[in-house]
């Protein structure tokens, strides 16, 4: 997302990539409101940073240090902390790269509510793992006897988790470049809800 600190700077970026319909220059001034709702969609819509651009300087933020910041200028409470920003960084790449996840299922049917697809996700302490890295995955499944990695897609994921959350598994631990992070059930799913999966 490319922001502008002065119209000028914002007219001369529109005429040199020719950003007009019907000959008028597609610049317009972002009331705080409105660049609370863009930034906010766009996060959910693969925007992971933006640009401030001052002419001859520009400056780069993360998108979710934006609307946080946002957020908390309102009032409320930021949407994600910052040890959930690789988690939203995953999804997108999920979504848009066409990535993928993996997680320990068992092949033992031992809680059939908590099938979905023919995947039973393996729960530890009222959590799941999912993993961005297969081999990471295949070294922590060595644990579990009659265990299986299976590779999801976001579809996939969105289905468990809804069933994790149906059957009352409070959270989901990713490991992301040997780094663990936790994030809520009900948060990814709503997160998952808002990309419009």
Not at 18 to 27: A, G, H, N, T
Not at 70 to 94: A, D, H, R, W
Not at 173 to 182: A, Q, R, S, Y
Request: hydrophobic share 40%; charged share 30%; net charge neutral.
């Amino acid at each position: 997302m490319w922001l502008f600190s002065e119209q000028e700077i914002a007219k001369e970026y529109a005429q040199y990539y020719q950003f007009k319909r019907k000959d008028i220059y597609l610049v317009k001034m972002v009331e705080f409101d409105e660049l609370l709702l863009t930034s906010y969609f766009a996060m959910f819509a693969g925007v992971c940073q933006v640009i401030i651009d001052e002419g001859r300087n520009f400056m780069t933020c993360s998108i979710f240090d934006l609307v946080n910041e946002c957020f908390i200028k309102q009032g409320q409470p930021p949407v994600l902390t910052k040890s959930e920003y690789p988690i939203m960084n995953t999804l997108n790449s999920l979504r848009f790269l066409n990535n993928k996840l993996w997680v320990i299922t068992s092949e033992d049917k031992a809680d059939e509510k908590l099938v979905t697809r023919k995947i039973t996700p393996i729960i530890e302490r009222d959590c799941i793992k999912v993993f961005t890295d297969e081999t990471e995955c295949k070294k922590y499944g060595k644990e579990y006897v009659n265990k299986k990695e299976i590779s999801i897609d976001i579809n996939r994921l969105q289905d468990i988790i809804k069933i994790l959350i149906e059957n009352n598994i409070k959270n989901v631990e990713f490991v992301i470049d040997n780094v663990k992070t936790k994030m809520s059930a009900t948060k990814l799913y709503n997160i998952l809800q808002r990309m419009n999966i």
